[in-house]
């Protein structure tokens, strides 16, 4: 588990459906054919952060930003050798913008410690068809 402090619900089952077709056709439209694996939602206060992780190592990750609390929380992309190349590229995500990136690629998120903050995000993994 990533989630340094912040909730992180079970795999949801149920629900979000034109979100996740939304997801879908967009994965489509770059020639990605995939079906949904498991999502999950995030919701964060100021002080919260993901460390670096990854997802699936053959499919697609995708997350949804339903609130964005600051320009500060960055989504953080590092590299896939850290020891060869130790570079990162921070991501300032927007409100209902859907980010999608490969499941393998080492992410993380920075906290933005700001009083009051709440981020709430809604993570995707695909798996290739």
């Known amino acids: 588990i990533s989630n340094e402090g912040g909730y992180q619900s079970n795999d949801i089952t149920f629900g979000f ?3 996740i077709s939304f997801a ?5 439209s ?3 054919k995939v079906t949904l694996s498991n999502f999950w939602i995030n ?3 100021g002080e919260h952060s993901n460390k670096t992780h990854n997802h699936n190592l053959d499919g697609w ?5 339903h609130k964005v609390c600051c320009e500060k929380a960055t989504l953080n992309f590092h590299s896939l ?3 060869l190349n130790d570079s990162i590229c921070h991501y300032y995500p927007k409100e209902k913008q859907m980010i999608f990136f490969k499941g393998i690629q080492p992410h993380s998120v920075s906290a933005c410690n ?3 903050h709440e981020r709430i995000s809604i993570a995707f993994n695909f798996r290739k068809l």
């Open 17 to 19: 459906h034109e979100l």
């Open 81 to 83: 050798i850290p020891t």
């Open 24 to 28: 879908i056709n967009s994965l489509a």
């Open 30 to 32: 770059i020639n990605q």
């Open 114 to 116: 700001g009083v009051d």
């Open 61 to 65: 990750s995708g997350v949804y930003y």
């Open 43 to 45: 919701i964060n206060k």
